[in-house]
């Protein structure tokens, strides 16, 4: 069991990536913090890790709200007595927009889950990972201004997760010395509930058209990646097969970036 005995937090675990990946840390042992603003997604994701044999807590919070935020923290390192790994997974697309027409309240709200969220998982979880004598960190980034820049309108998404990126490779030193990796992954295509939450105006406006080379997704021949790709490579970071990566950027997109 590659996480017997450890704890692990994740946050958007309803759905999508954080849900495949807290049912993975279960699958291999971990205690497993099962964070989403949504009460009956959560608690279907740990009804099904409970009935596969795992543990799991359920915690409701808005990752953008410091004082839930700080009690599904205090809550999850309280119940299973210690806080290993964090995976801050929890993001929005947001409004896709051309930046004169991207309104300010559209923007902010981009800000507040996909960077703010993180800031505040982050802030509230390293004291824990410091008690524990080391940790592992998880951001969920993208290839989106990371690798590509060409989705319309989508400059207050790619501005956080460009920011992601940034906070990652900067705590990778901050935190080093604590014996605590921090690094991100960054997904292409996969096939998630996330465009639920996207709105898109003016694409043809922002977008500049260009003719693809025939499929988009190189390796699958333009398929999109599943969440259980996604999952697998958070996996491989949190273990200690990868205890000498830290401040890295993992691209899990199917060779996609590399055409844009």
């Known amino acids: 069991m590659l996480f017997a005995g450890k704890v692990a937090l994740v946050t ?3 759905s999508g990536i954080g849900r495949a990946t807290a049912e993975a840390f279960a699958r291999h042992g971990a205690s497993v913090g099962v964070l989403s603003r949504t009460d009956e997604e959560v608690e ?21 709200d410091e004082a839930s935020m700080r009690a599904a ?37 981009t800000i507040a889950v996909n960077l703010r969220g993180t800031y505040l998982t982050l ?18 980034s993208s290839i989106n201004g990371t690798r590509t820049f060409t989705t ?30 921090v ?4 997904p292409g295509s996969i096939e998630t509930s996330i465009d639920d939450n996207t709105r898109q105006r003016g694409a043809a406006e922002a977008g500049i058209p260009v ?3 025939k499929g988009e997704v190189p390796i699958s021949s333009g398929e999109p990646g599943t969440a259980a790709d996604v999952a697998d490579a958070i996996l491989f970071l949190a273990s200690s097969k990868a205890r000498h990566i830290t401040g890295v950027p993992l691209w899990i997109d199917g060779g996609q970036g590399l055409l844009r």
């Open 152 to 181: 319309p309108g989508a400059t207050a998404y790619a501005a956080t997760k460009a920011a992601q990126l940034a906070m990652v490779q900067q705590l990778a030193l901050e935190l080093g010395k604590s014996r605590i990796r």
């Open 44 to 64: 279907a994701v740990v009804r099904e890790i409970r009935a596969l044999g795992g543990d799991a807590m359920a915690l409701v919070a808005d990752v953008s």
């Open 123 to 140: 802030h509230l979880t390293v004291p824990y990972l410091r008690a524990a004598g080391e940790g592992v960190i998880v951001v969920v």
């Open 183 to 186: 690094n991100a992954i960054c």
């Open 73 to 109: 923290v205090d809550r999850v390192a309280g119940g299973f007595g210690a806080l290993d790994i964090v995976v801050a997974n929890a993001g929005i697309n947001g409004v896709w927009a051309p930046i004169d027409d991207l309104k300010p309240a559209e923007w902010d709200e």
């Open 211 to 213: 003719v693809w080379p």
């Open 12 to 14: 958007g675990a309803g």
